[in-house]
Every structure is written in structure tokens, then in C-alpha cells.
């Protein structure tokens, strides 16, 4: 498909519903418990990511760049609407090889990949967006991150508390979470003057963990937590809906954590207040999340891309200090991607 086409593209949407995508990541088929460890290649520490840098972190060459940038510049100069551009809009053949790894990597391996070298000053901010929207369709389908259907989210500080600020478009700290879709991406157009890098863990280590220092709790990951919709329910929808934390297929151990949006939960009469044994288990988790010698802090560069998988990996952001320069504060584009079977 040319850019053309893809202007005149009358097809249905390219991208998930938020509905649409978290029925997909939520389907996580189950069939009891670990017995023991899972130990598979997503339990990693932050020594090993550490030692495997190569295997995770690639920089783009000229030619896959060459590609990326001339398509987005047409798909710009052509008025291409975001939602008309998928795989199909223009063709990067030198990309066929290592999306198909990336794919595999963030859906069966470390769960984490690190793209690096993108010249998002050149391209500029509409073409660095065509871009990132054009990879996740490459990877998978991408989704809109809350009910009002946002495609591609502003990871900015918008300045001072705001209950009706998303934690994300603030400056603070973030806890460990994962996201409601196989996967996120985030593009780095500006860093910060100080601060703000991405904290990373394998849950599939924390589990492992739990198994080895607190058995007692493991069984509560394999009951429903309610999980606080933070004010995005729809007409007549609770202001809470249940999640049960980890899924075990006989193979694969897939978790989902927001330990934030579990806690305030029951800040709403219609959810009883978490037992001891629940809240030991919140409390473990996060901590052992924030063991040193467990998460692994990247440093995302102006054009780098950090892909990672919400099933295996949970993420968390530092505070940050901003530049005086608004054009110059940090800013990151946010993607959600649903991965499907190729």
C-alpha cells in the first residue's frame, strides 16, 4: 500500500478499542499453580540484563533508518491520518528479519527490547509519531490506552498535583505496574535534565522469589485482587473490577500488577478491606520488586525505543528534575501493542 492508499483507506480501524485490547491481554488461560520456581528465560536479574545487553538492546542501522524516515516523511507530507498507517503503508524489507526476533524476544524470551538511534530531532515530532506507530504495527496491533480512546499517550509532567492527572504526566515517582496490553513502548524525544530513568523487573523472578522465601503467600497471587478503575468506569460500570494477579498455563507464568490500583481498591464501600494475608502479599511483591539485585534501571537516550512485555516484566519510572526550556522538558510517546500469532 502506498501512502495514497493509506490516505484514501476506508478499511476498519488499525488499532484495538481499549475494551477490545484488554479482553486480549486479559485472556490469559490458566490451569492451577506452579509447584515450584518457573526459572524460564524471562526470570532474569538485573546482572543478567546487565550481561546480555547485546541480545536485548540493538541500534538501528542506516538502511532500516533510511526506510523508517522516508515513509514517515510521505506519510506526512500526504496527510496520512495515525489511524490509516499500519504495516502495509509503506515498506521497510530490512526490517522483515528483526521484527520477527523482537517478536519473539518480547513474547517467549527476556521480555524486554531496546531500540536505539532513531534521529527524532531530524524526523521531528509528527514523523517520530508515524514512526512509532508504524513499528507497533510491525510488532503487533496497537490499542487505545483509556476509555476516551487515546492512541499514542504524552509521557510529560503537566505540572503540579492534579487528582485528575494521570501519574504518568506528573514528575514523581511511579511504583511497579504492568499495563493493560501485551505490551508497551515508549519513545524518548527529550530526557530530563535529571533523573527520571525506567525501572524494570521480571515478575517471573519475583514470583520465583516468593516461592523461595514466602511460600505462605504465593497462593494468595492465584485469587482476584479488585483493581481501582481510578474514576475511568463507564455508565453503570463498578468503580472496581477483579484481576487475579498470576496465570500458569502448565508452561508460561503471566502476571498483571498494579500494586497502587490495588490498594486504593478499597477505598470504595464496595470492597471490604484486605486481609493480612493480602496485604503481606502486596507488600512482598513490591519489595522484592525493588531489590537491587532484581530490577534493572535503563537509561532511555533521545531516540530510543524500549519495548517490554506487561506479562513477564513490571515497570516503574524514578522522579525527575525538568529543564527551564519547555520545548526542551522530557517527553516520551507512549504505545500499547496487542501481540498476535505470525
Not at 141 to 155: F, K
Not at 170 to 175: E, F, L, S, V
Not at 289 to 305: H, K, N, Q, T
Not at 310 to 333: C, I, K, M, Q, W
Request: glycine share 8%.
Amino acid at each position: 500500500m502506498t501512502v495514497t492508499d493509506a490516505r484514501n483507506h476506508a478499511s476498519a480501524p488499525s488499532y484495538r478499542t481499549f475494551y477490545e485490547q484488554a479482553l486480549h491481554y486479559f485472556d490469559r488461560p490458566g490451569e492451577g499453580r506452579p509447584t515450584a520456581a518457573v526459572g524460564t528465560r524471562a526470570a532474569w536479574t538485573s546482572d543478567d540484563l546487565r550481561r546480555s545487553e547485546a541480545e536485548w538492546c540493538h541500534r538501528l542501522t542506516a538502511e532500516q533508518l533510511d526506510e523508517l524516515g522516508a515513509g514517515a516523511a510521505r506519510a506526512v507530507e500526504f496527510g496520512v491520518p495515525l489511524t490509516s498507517v499500519d504495516e502495509r503503508t509503506f515498506p521497510t524489507p530490512s526490517l522483515d528479519e528483526a521484527v520477527a526476533r523482537w517478536r519473539r524476544e518480547l513474547d517467549d524470551g527476556l521480555g524486554v527490547i531496546c531500540l536505539k538511534g532513531l534521529p527524532v530531532r531530524e524526523w521531528g515530532e509528527e514523523a517520530s509519531r508515524v514512526v512509532h506507530w508504524y513499528l507497533g504495527h510491525r510488532l503487533g496491533v496497537p490499542g487505545a490506552q483509556n476509555p476516551a480512546g487515546d492512541l499514542l499517550g504524552h509521557v510529560i509532567d503537566l505540572g503540579g498535583p492534579d487528582a485528575h492527572v494521570r501519574k504518568y504526566q506528573t514528575a514523581d515517582d511511579i511504583t511497579f505496574h504492568c499495563d493493560a496490553a501485551d505490551v508497551v513502548g515508549l519513545l524518548c524525544l527529550r530526557t530530563a535534565a535529571e533523573g527520571g530513568q525506567s525501572r524494570i523487573a521480571s515478575s517471573v523472578t519475583v514470583f520465583d522469589r516468593l516461592v523461595a522465601e514466602r511460600p505462605d503467600l504465593v497462593d494468595e497471587l492465584f485469587e482476584p485482587f479488585p483493581i481501582d478503575r481510578r474514576g475511568e468506569e463507564g455508565p453503570g460500570e463498578a468503580p472496581t473490577f477483579d484481576v487475579v494477579p498470576c496465570r500458569w498455563d502448565g508452561e508460561r507464568l503471566r502476571t498483571f500488577w498494579h500494586s497502587d490500583y490495588m490498594r486504593s481498591a478499597h477505598r470504595h464501600d464496595s470492597v471490604a478491606a484486605p486481609t493480612e494475608r493480602r496485604r503481606a502479599a502486596l507488600d512482598a511483591f513490591d519489595e522484592l520488586a525493588g531489590s537491587p539485585d532484581v530490577f534493572y534501571d535503563m537509561w532511555l537516550e533521545e531516540g530510543d525505543v524500549q519495548l517490554i512485555s506487561n506479562h513477564s516484566v513490571v515497570h516503574a519510572r524514578t522522579g525527575y528534575v525538568d529543564v527551564d526550556d519547555p520545548a526542551e522538558r522530557r517527553h516520551l510517546l507512549r504505545l500499547w501493542l496487542s501481540l498476535e500469532q505470525r
